[in-house]
């Protein structure tokens, strides 16, 4: 005889009721794989997702509206020997015509074979007309091989969509392609740079066809590159070698000789130096950029690459006058000392000829110019500065240049003032014939110069302080001056910088929402109930064998020995419970994958989550598990050794004493009523002062009301017990009492049940909806009625005259009656709840702060203590510092999205390359701007000054029956690709997820539950047992076994209904807001149908050993006795 | 002297409230060396608490217990446990033998503590032999299911003596017996306390069974009281 063999001989004896026992570990253990697992697959796929969706691309360069030279590609290939691929990156409207489908969003990236390399397609590059379109974008459109499409894109242009005077023409362009292969996600059909699982709707057409589109031949706005292998880029890396081949055309710098009156000139031509056509001057080089303006950083590094160059900055007025006379739309050219040889005052002006003759002008005489300063959105105000003539030239001398001009699209190349497209309004009534014929002979030669300094300051212009640089070079000297020009510049203050995206996508997803903790969270309350049963079936054993515990102490072993031996046990009934516990996790992980790829897609909104389990995890999972089944035994096992061995020994149970807890029922008694009162106290204070929305402070209160509910039903029992009467007990009363005697029992599953019960309800009640809540300012949606989205930008401010009239809201009748409030949108990440990737630059969106102050719209949860709380929207206009701006998210965003605390700081690069810092000054309480950082939109367009239009808008106005407004809406910027929802469906999508977790919750909730209730089910087993006796006893006083099974149930019922009612009653005081408050909808069917099945459940459970008790012979209990 | 019992009272007290309830009021009892006695009294007199603070499963509620020379109070958990394992053996009411564990087995049971590998097989030895003397030889590799009421019993008072202890206590060894087993146990305890060398002391409200030991005590009104010596 050894301990082996007692270990042994006790595992196979006791086999039964092990295996009870084991089944609970295996539960527990299940549960917490699954878990785990979830969070492994999660994150595998993710990772598995950033590689469908990237190819072998491991770095891209993105420059925002910038253009770049498509041989850059060629070039860096060339110098890492690693691939590199140009493409065209725009979004659009797809449009199949034929079955009239569209789809309002779609990327279309133009592309070479080089690009498809990437996914090792053998499949040729799409040529002209042809298309390659992923798989949901066939789907939505109905598409096969061979079916034709038509796209229509923004027309992009160089120069930024809203810079001064560029053309108010329409700004898309269409193709109509053909499909020639339909991509898979694996295929290219997922292809995507943003760190996201949702999959775009791709469409891949000719790089070629698209820059010819666009009006950017030669020219690509992306560039991708990587090894096959490992998605590296060679050495000297990507971004050394952009250094090493970069040309100032890929910052969007031309050179070329300035072009003498009478001879057009295009900003985009290649360079014409020592052009031998004789056009231009041979000997004067300018240097022009495409974006029409130099910004301060390009203007003065050209200044220093060569130093003394003439600075111009030519500007479009709107009326030269004096004395009564006016000349409409004529330049004016600003320029340094070095062009004007001479040094003009700040009141300065030097007219020709013709603009002296037509004003009837001479030196000295007084001269006024208006002109239009630009603001957000083509909005316009005029301003005015009085000069003083001090010279007048003739009309062909030195200066009268019309290549001062810039290109401005939709008026160079006009043949006469009448063509004119400019952003700004000209009034055609006011160009008189001798306008058209200086038009005609001068184009738009400037008619006047004043100092440049006076020209920056006036006219204000956010997109850059100069229009061209010239200077006097030859050829050979020239190429030098090139060089030292890139030396001076920065790619990566041109957006030129390679973002290494394939690591980036593998670090947002190794740090995504971690489902594993989600899932562990969610099942807390199946594990809890797991490990209960485990502790409730192996207190049963244990007790079964007390009397073994208590010979072995008597036979000499020490209750250490004693607990050795049974912890062997209880170690391998763990291990021996955990292990199949894994494997049914697996499958147990199976159906949760399963549950996420389809009934809960709004939690990963993606179908694509594959089952991925880690060693590691299971070992984790299998380890945790042993251990928290062995602690729980041991608990079981330590409380046992504790009674005195003679006890023990008797196989006996200590017996309660009931008076010695007399300090306990003060205790409770106190607990209970201080509990209640406080609760009820709360619950009375948040009504009468109207916090219906504290969600927090109810939730607290019914909490407390749960806490002194279980602390009164304790003190009740407990006073049962000592009550002392002289009638003979009623059947109510002998059950309470029983109940009574084994009341450590009858409060665990009391409390188990009542605890159940509260968070069933309250995450059932909290299930987010919206009826009517949405109106209010204060509420998620701000009291906005629609959010609408368009894919081409939309240029206008929709409550100017000029927007009425440019969008035709007019005929609508919309104005006085719709007010539209356009945000600017810079692009990032989607950092909602809907990505589950970790994100660290998300969007930014541009808002009205001053507006948002008057409404008062959207609630906060947290705030920057240096923020005014009555008018927190007014912060947001502070520029904290010259490159720090505040910001504010969704407290959720910030938590869970990027990780951050109110004050942390997020790294933007603003539009010159430099950094812009901005500090998270306030979470915002679930609103609809989740996923983006909202800043001021003026200090927006000071760091972004080429922002086009507005992607994004909130419409204010009057509710039209069901969603009329929306439509018509949607129609009226049909060209726009507009999709406008209502704000209260776009808060109930971000709800939608919240509501999945919630479904999730409750489902494994209830089913924790329900393994609570087989709890039940065996401490009315074990009662049962240890009662054998006593019903013995009535049985021979006469009772019928009815009388013991009725009253089994009654004692059993009571525990189960006080438990569902303690449960419930404190969740309803904990859902007050929810109950009051006409913005909710409480699901009390969803809750009440739970709770039903719940109690439906119990009773089975105390049905079943109830029933088997009394079928048995009762009366050798008696004998026992 | 063995065992000594001196001045020892047992009551239990309910909290808060003032009254005891006595069990058994200043007993004082010496045991010799190969003493037998039994202890005789009605249901409820106090019979098993007394065994039990003697057999150091119980503690006085004052007065002292002295085991083996060694006062009780003063000894840890490991010290009692030993004095349990090797000095005293312990015969129930009913037989407690381990379901799960052959006769064989069950009788060993005792000296799983002991380390000692020769000490081990000398108990082996005496197992047999104690088996073979109480006519169990038979029966070893039984379980307790297979037994009798009587083998189990018989087996229960050879686990007690494996480790060759020097106290035998029997709370109401034939309680759960019929009459002839009852006096055939009791026969053999009495021949076992000759034989043996060895201190029997036993609990029975049975004048037969007590008629076998060399002194009666009777326990009443919460004293115990000498009233017979052979």
């Known amino acids: 005889m050894n301990r082996t063999r007692y270990l042994f001989r006790s595992l196979w004896f006791y086999r039964k009721p092990y295996l009870a026992v084991m089944a609970g570990v295996m539960i527990s253990t299940a549960v917490l794989t699954g878990a785990l697992v979830v969070g492994d697959s999660v994150r595998y796929s993710l990772q598995r997702i950033t590689g469908v969706r990237l190819g072998t691309i491991g770095y891209a360069l993105q420059p925002g509206d910038r253009y770049f030279r498509q041989e850059l590609a060629g070039e860096i290939s060339g110098i890492t020997g690693s691939r590199a691929a140009p493409a065209i990156q725009c979004g659009a409207i797809a449009i199949n015509s034929d079955k009239n489908l569209r789809i309002n969003q779609v990327q279309v990236t133009g592309i070479d074979q080089r690009f498809m390399g990437f996914w090792d397609l053998a499949q040729p590059a799409p040529r002209e007309d042809e298309a390659v379109i992923s798989r949901n974008v066939a789907d939505r459109l109905g598409l096969v091989i061979g079916d034709e499409l038509l796209l229509r894109l923004r027309k992009q242009g160089k120069a930024p969509p809203n810079a001064p005077f560029s053309a108010e023409r329409e700004p898309s362009v269409s193709f109509r392609v053909k499909v020639t292969f339909i991509a898979r996600d694996e295929q290219m059909g997922r292809f995507s740079l943003k760190s996201n699982q949702t999959a775009p709707f791709n469409i891949f057409i000719s790089i070629t066809q698209l820059a010819v589109g666009l009006e950017i031949a030669g020219y690509a706005n992306l560039l991708v590159a990587g090894e096959s292998s490992d998605r590296t880029v060679k050495s000297p890396g990507p971004d050394s070698a952009l250094r090493m081949c970069w040309k100032p055309e890929d910052a969007g710098l031309h050179f070329r000789h300035p072009v003498r009156v009478g001879h057009p000139v295009r900003v985009g031509d290649p360079d014409r130096v020592g052009d031998p056509d004789g056009v231009g001057d041979p000997d004067g080089v300018e240097v022009v950029t495409d974006r029409l303006f130099f910004d301060g950083k390009t203007g003065n590094a050209v200044l220093a690459a060569v130093p003394g160059s003439k600075a111009i900055l030519t500007y479009m007025v709107n009326s030269i006058s004096s004395g009564g006379k006016s000349t409409p739309y004529s330049f004016v050219t600003a320029a340094n000392a070095a062009f004007m040889k001479q040094i003009l005052g700040p009141r300065d002006i030097i007219v020709n000829e013709w603009l002296a003759k037509d004003l009837g002008i001479g030196p000295g005489d007084p001269v006024t110019l208006r002109y239009f300063i630009m603001g957000p959105l083509r909005s316009l105000k005029e301003d005015s500065a009085g000069f003083v003539v001090k010279a007048v030239i003739p009309d062909r001398n030195r200066l009268a240049d019309q290549g001062l001009m810039p290109d401005f699209p939709g008026m160079s190349d006009a043949g006469n003032c009448r063509d004119w497209e400019t952003g700004a309004p000209v009034d055609l009534k006011k160009i008189r014939d001798k306008d058209e014929q200086y038009w005609k002979d001068f184009r738009g030669t400037p008619k006047a110069f004043i100092a440049l300094e006076t020209g920056q300051k006036i006219w204000n212009n956010r997109f850059g302080h100069y229009t061209a640089f010239r200077f006097e070079t030859t050829g050979s000297v020239l190429q030098k001056i090139k060089k030292r020009l890139m030396e001076q510049l920065i790619p990566g203050d041109f957006g030129l910088t390679f973002r290494p995206v394939y690591m980036e996508g593998q670090r947002a997803a190794a740090n995504s929402t971690d489902f594993g903790q989600l899932f562990l969270s969610l099942s807390f309350f199946i594990m809890f109930s797991a490990v209960l049963l485990t502790a409730m079936l192996f207190s049963l054993h244990a007790r079964t064998r007390m009397a073994e515990t208590g010979l072995l102490a008597a036979l000499g072993f020490s209750r250490r020995q004693i607990m050795g031996m049974m912890s062997a046990e209880a170690l391998i009934i763990s291990a021996a419970g955990a292990i199949p516990g894994v494997i049914a996790g697996i499958l147990y992980n199976k159906i949760l994958i399963l549950g996420l790829n389809t009934l809960w897609y709004d939690a990963v909104n993606t179908s694509l989550i594959v089952m991925h389990v880690e060693p590691l995890t299971m070992l984790i999972a299998m380890v945790s598990g042993i251990l928290f089944s062995l602690l729980v035994m041991v608990a079981v096992l330590i409380r046992n050794l504790k009674n005195p061995v003679a006890l023990m020994v008797k196989g006996a149970f200590p017996v309660v004493q009931p008076s010695s807890k007399r300090r306990s029922i003060m205790v409770s008694g106190f607990t209970g009523y201080v509990s209640v009162a406080i609760s009820l106290i709360m619950l009375a204070g948040l009504l009468i002062t109207g916090q219906t929305m504290n969600v927090t402070l109810f939730l607290s209160a019914g909490a407390l009301l749960l806490a002194g509910g279980v602390a009164l039903v304790y003190l009740f029992l407990q006073k049962t017990l000592l009550a002392t009467t002289e009638d003979i007990p009623g059947f109510s009363g002998l059950v309470i009492r029983n109940a009574a005697l084994n009341r450590g029992r009858t409060m665990t599953v009391i409390t188990l049940l009542a605890l159940g019960t509260f968070s069933v309800v309250i995450t059932g009640a909290n299930r987010k909806t919206f009826y009517g809540d949405e109106t209010s300012r204060r509420s998620g949606t701000g009291g906005f009625l629609l959010w609408a989205e368009n894919t081409l930008p939309v240029m206008y401010d929709l409550n100017s005259t000029a927007g009425i009239k440019a969008y035709g809201l007019q005929e609508e009748g919309f104005p006085g009656k719709v007010r539209f409030i356009q945000m600017t949108r810079m692009d990032g990440d989607d950092a909602s709840c809907l990505n589950l990737n970790k994100v660290s630059r998300p969007m930014m969106l541009g808002i009205p702060p001053n507006l948002f102050d008057r409404l008062q719209a959207f609630s906060f949860t947290s705030l920057l203590p240096s923020v005014n709380r009555d008018h927190p929207w007014n912060y947001l206009d502070n520029r904290l510092a010259p490159d720090i701006i505040a910001g504010f998210a969704d407290q959720t965003v910030i938590t869970w999205a990027l990780g951050r605390n109110i004050g942390d700081t997020l790294i933007y690069q603003d539009e010159s390359g430099k950094k812009l810092k901005i500090i998270l000054a306030g979470g915002l309480d679930n609103s609809i701007f989740q996923g983006n950082i909202v800043v001021s939109d003026n200090l927006l367009r000071l760091f972004y000054p080429s922002a086009g239009g507005s992607h994004v808008m909130l419409i204010d106005g009057e509710a039209l029956p069901g969603d009329t407004l929306a439509r018509r809406l949607e129609m009226l910027f049909r060209d726009q690709g507009m999709m406008v929802t209502s704000t209260s469906s776009r808060l109930a999508a971000f709800a939608a997820v919240e509501n999945t977790y919630l479904s999730v919750f409750l489902l494994l909730g209830g089913l924790g539950v329900m393994i609570g209730t087989v709890g039940l089910g065996i401490v009315i087993l074990q009662n049962i047992r240890q009662r054998k006796s006593e019903f013995a006893v009535y049985l021979a006083l006469g009772f019928r076994k009815k009388f013991i099974l009725q009253m089994i149930m009654a004692e059993h019922a009571m525990m189960l209904l006080s438990g569902l009612l303690l449960g419930l009653i404190s969740a309803l005081a904990g859902i007050l807001p929810s109950l009051v408050s006409p913005g909710y909808a409480v699901p009390g069917l969803f809750i009440s149908g739970i709770i039903l099945v719940i109690f439906l459940n119990g009773l089975l459970w105390i049905w079943f050993p109830a029933k088997a008790a009394v079928k048995n012979d009762l009366l050798p209990g008696l004998r026992d006795e | ?230």
Do not use: W
């Open chain 2, 1 to 230: 002297m063995l065992a000594e019992l001196k001045n020892v009272t047992r009551y239990y007290q309910q909290e808060g409230v003032t009254t005891r309830n006595l069990i058994i009021d200043q007993v004082s009892l010496g045991i010799e060396e190969n003493e037998s006695l039994a202890v005789i009294g009605p249901s409820g007199s106090g019979k098993s608490t007394l065994l039990n603070i003697l057999g150091s499963l119980d503690k006085p509620s004052s007065g002292k217990v002295v085991l083996d020379g060694a006062e009780v109070d003063l000894l840890d958990e490991k010290e009692l446990a030993a004095i349990r394992n090797r000095f005293i053996g312990f015969v129930f009411q009913q037989h407690h033998l381990l379901p799960q564990l052959t006769l064989i087995e069950n009788v060993l049971l005792p000296v799983l503590p002991v380390k000692d590998k020769a000490k081990q097989r000398e108990a082996t030895d005496r197992a047999h032999n104690l088996i073979e003397r109480v006519g169990l030889k038979t029966l070893v590799h039984r379980r307790p299911a297979h037994l009798s009421v009587g083998e189990c019993q018989r087996a229960a008072v050879v686990r007690a003596l494996v480790n060759q202890p020097r106290l035998l206590l029997a709370d109401e060894p034939t309680g759960s017996l019929d009459s002839e087993h009852a006096m055939q146990l009791a026969q053999l305890l009495g021949e076992l306390n000759r034989e043996q060398n060895l201190a029997v002391v036993v609990v029975t409200h049975s004048m037969e069974v007590a008629s076998y030991m060399g002194k009666i005590y009777r326990i009443t009104s919460e004293k115990l009281q000498l009233t017979e010596k052979r």
